[in-house]
């Protein structure tokens, strides 16, 4: 099983650039989240959808676009590239953060590490 | 008041010692608690889940809730070199639609 694919693994973008991180998912997950992590830091999210169609905002959305066209592709737009998006950004996916009771927590990509000069 | 807190550590335990892993969370409706390790230049893996208060166990891993107090632990039995990393609490919130992770404690089993 793939699970989680996240596209590049490594990109150097320079200031005011833009480019998509893809994520692939083939596990029929209905939720899908992009989360950033900066060194030493937790995990913040950007934005979430929970089916395709349907995108929200997480805290940190500035600078960022998602959309969700099919279940299995959430990718992530990054229009004008600034110093302060230098991070690591993953992707994850679950079947429902509703399901309590049940062992549902995220599957995480492997990351996309994005260095803004 | 950040939404999960976790002391950032490093906290530093002997091999074959149990480690302990704390977390407090402020939204009263959470409902499901995890804990994710996350090796360095890695990706998160989950470890443990719990949605009762009380204990749950897998394998060396406890996971404690504790509703109440709005209080989640791990504790980790008979610590290997291999269990050195960053140890990641995360929550639901109320409404269910997402989970929020605290900032990690960094665990060092020395040898």
């Known amino acids: 099983n793939a699970g989680v694919t996240q596209t590049p693994k490594f990109r150097i973008l320079k200031i005011g650039q833009s480019m998509t991180l893809q994520c692939t998912q083939d596990?029929?997950?209905?939720?899908m989240y992009w989360y950033r992590q900066d060194p030493g830091m937790g995990l913040k999210l950007i934005y979430y959808?929970?089916?395709?169609?349907?995108?929200d905002k997480g805290e940190v959305p500035n600078g960022y676009n998602v959309s969700r066209s099919t279940t299995e592709d959430f990718p992530l737009r990054l229009e004008l590239a600034a110093p302060s998006q230098t991070s690591v950004y993953f992707c994850?996916?679950?079947?429902?953060?509703?399901?309590?009771?049940?062992?549902?927590?995220?599957?995480f990509g492997s990351g996309t590490r994005l260095t803004v000069v | 008041q950040k939404e999960v807190e976790q002391n950032s550590g490093p906290l530093s335990v002997p091999e074959g010692a149990i480690a302990s892993l704390n977390c407090t969370y402020s939204?009263?409706?959470?409902?499901?608690f995890f804990w994710y390790r996350q090796y360095s230049g890695k990706s998160p893996e989950l470890i443990m889940s719990?949605?009762?208060?009380g204990d749950k166990e897998d394998g060396r891993f406890t996971a404690q809730l504790n509703k109440a107090s709005q209080y989640v632990s791990l504790l980790i039995r008979d610590s290997q070199p291999s269990d050195s990393a960053t140890y990641l609490c995360?929550?639901?919130?109320?409404?269910?639609?997402?989970?929020?992770f605290g900032s990690g404690t960094r665990l060092s089993i020395r040898p």
């Open positions: 596990m029929n997950h209905n939720y």
């Open positions: 719990i949605y009762s208060n």
């Open positions: 995360a929550v639901t919130t109320s409404s269910a639609s997402k989970i929020i």
């Open positions: 994850a996916s679950s079947y429902s953060a509703r399901a309590v009771g049940s062992n549902y927590g995220y599957t």
């Open positions: 959808s929970v089916g395709a169609g349907i995108t």
């Open positions: 939204d009263r409706g959470s409902q499901s």
